[in-house]
């Protein structure tokens, strides 16, 4: 895979692919068919060409009918964030599903146990405590199934997660007595690599160290007695990266099905790989250089860039250099042009998001674009299953 390198040219999405009055009202969520497919296909092989399973983590686009593109292009199997979503792509078929998140409290734990009952997928869940794993382990075993845990490993993000070495090994100890469940790998998110590292060098080598940390202490897992088939590692900004790394299994990307600005500047995507756009329609011009559109944090979200040291913008316009959403209120989103626009009440632009996944769940559905025809809309189906 070639390395996209960081350049400010390749930070300024230009227009998409498609007219943008195609869509009948706005604000919409509009993607680009052929880009997603682009994007699945390259990403399915550069996995395929480091030898890497590629699990796609779904809660970027919460659409079966993408998750089955990624499928068809060769992933083992799909991440989940929640146990919501987990329902949702189990009862649209999907057969290896891991839900990356600690189950928790006796409602969630009675829900994963009636999922499994009720679908053939094979259904894995994070754990990183004794006191998460112990309920569960409790009630499968009364159930009579076993349930594949995957122990989340802190390397850096500081998020959840055990401590690598020592204390992973002693939880994967503890929880493979336990019946009910069966430890099948370790896993970790190197999602501070985003927001600390300020170069593509620096990106390389903290994506490195986290992999070898993760797979340093898979080893000693095993050198303990407790067999782990999966090291698992995942980010968009850092798949290019994480496939270099020896022994790691498996790779868990999400954005790059329809990357954002943040990918942009991450270097993980260039323009002509985005994918998804919020088209909006302008309702005031109470400036020259400044336009208000109807897209507001309902819509964009209020989510900051995720870079090192992040400017203040909530989005690019695209096809227009230099311009930004530079503030949003609720149902407004204010634009700003580095010169006068050539922009009118009522004409329509496209946003490129800082942060695509939060923005397509709060989208009833999407249109489809199509060879730069509107080909269909699609539910978001798993949209606000948070829980």
Request: charged fraction near 20%; charge should be negative; glycine fraction near 8%.
């Amino acid at each position: 895979m070639t390395e996209i390198v960081e350049t400010s040219a390749a930070l300024l999405p230009g227009p998409p692919a498609f007219e943008l009055d195609i869509v009948d009202d706005t604000p919409e969520v509009v993607i680009d068919l052929q880009r997603v497919r682009r994007n699945i296909d390259r990403a399915a092989a550069t996995a395929a060409e480091h030898g890497v399973a590629l699990r796609p983590h779904v809660k970027t686009h919460k659409l079966p009918p993408v998750a089955a593109l990624q499928i068809e292009a060769g992933a083992a199997g799909i991440q989940v964030a929640k146990l919501g979503e987990a329902e949702v792509f189990a009862a649209a078929g999907f057969t290896d599903i891991f839900v990356g998140y600690p189950i928790v409290g006796s409602r969630k734990i009675g829900r994963l146990l009636e999922l499994l009952g009720t679908t053939s997928s094979r259904i894995s869940v994070a754990a990183d405590a004794v006191d998460v794993a112990v309920p569960l382990a409790e009630a499968a075993a009364r159930a009579g199934v076993i349930v594949p845990v995957v122990i989340e490993v802190d390397t850096g993000l500081h998020r959840l997660g055990a401590q690598p070495g020592r204390a992973t090994v002693e939880l994967a100890s503890r929880l493979s007595d336990l019946e009910g469940i069966e430890v099948t790998g370790v896993f970790t998110h190197e999602g501070h690599v985003y927001t600390q590292a300020h170069s593509m060098d620096e990106k390389r080598a903290m994506t490195h160290a986290a992999c070898a940390a993760l797979v340093e202490t898979a080893d000693l897992v095993r050198a303990s007695g407790v067999p782990l088939t999966t090291v698992s590692v995942g980010s968009s900004g850092t798949f290019r990266f994480a496939v270099e790394c020896a022994n790691i299994s498996e790779v868990r990307p999400g954005t790059y099905v329809f990357n954002d600005l943040s990918q942009l500047h991450q270097g993980a995507a260039t323009p002509d790989d985005l994918a998804a756009f919020v088209v909006a329609t302008v309702v005031g011009r109470p400036e020259a250089t400044r336009a208000v559109i109807d897209a507001g944090s309902k819509v964009l979200t209020s989510d900051r860039l995720l870079i090192a040291d992040p400017a203040p913008t909530y989005g690019a316009v695209a096809g227009f250099p230099g311009a930004r959403v530079s503030r949003l209120s609720e149902e407004h989103g204010v634009l700003e042009f580095p010169v006068a626009a050539d922009l009118r009440i009522g004409d329509r632009v496209a946003i490129v998001p800082n942060h695509i996944c939060p923005v397509v769940n709060l989208a009833d559905s999407v249109s489809v674009i199509a060879e730069g025809m509107l080909a269909e809309r699609w539910a978001v189906a798993a949209r606000g299953r948070v829980k």
